[in-house]
């Protein structure tokens, strides 16, 4: 086989991955677009809004989930971020608050065991509630990082296709260059048997 037919299978199969790695940033993009939007939209629709620096309940949490919360005060959540920060700064230091440290199933099992015990049913509501709420809104900051990483992709996959396609089109080009005949190198083909 000689030179030339091996520097075209290399530039066909070079220029095949090259399209591929095209089409696949493609739905990358479309992918990183579409998730991020839709959380992007949930989110705003949910008008949460960060509490104020001078606000009572940014004032009782921790210094270090006040130092968290603060780049979003007074703000209308809107991106995975901010969901993450308000789940885990502001709704989880609510929720160790309202029974002691205890989970949901910790204090509803309680509630089960004494059902006239008003105080044990109005924490396994509040709990239920924080705790869904919570729940969804690490659920949205999950999907936006998974927008994040697909854009990443995307270019990844963007940079790849194009430097395949340029390396394919040289393939072709030296593919030409290369001159037939006696004098031209032959690469052995050996038969396996």
Known sequence: ????????????????????????????????????NRVSEQLTQQQIVFPTTDSKSFQSLPAADQAAMKPYAGQTMSTGAQAQTFADHYIKVHLAEAAGGQ?????SGRALADPTN?????????????ETLRGMLLNAYAWDTMASIALIA????????????????????????????????????????
Do not use: C
């Not at 086989?1 to 990358?28: F, H, P, Q, W, Y």
């Not at 989970?103 to 204090?107: A, L, P």
């Not at 008003?118 to 924080?130: D, M, P, S, W, Y």
């Open 118 to 130: 008003t105080q044990l049913a109005a924490q396994v509501q509040t709990l239920f509630r924080g």
């Open 154 to 193: 995307a270019w990844i996959s963007l940079a790849s296709g194009i430097a395949l396609l340029g390396l394919a089109a040289l393939g072709f080009w030296h593919a030409r260059s290369v001159k037939v005949g006696p004098e031209t190198e032959q690469i052995p083909v050996t038969a396996r048997g």
């Open 1 to 36: 086989m000689n030179r030339g037919t091996i520097d075209k299978l290399v530039s066909v199969t070079g220029a095949i991955l090259g399209v591929v790695l095209l089409a696949a940033s493609a739905l990358l993009f479309y992918a990183h677009n579409y998730a991020h």
């Open 103 to 107: 989970t949901y199933s910790q204090v």
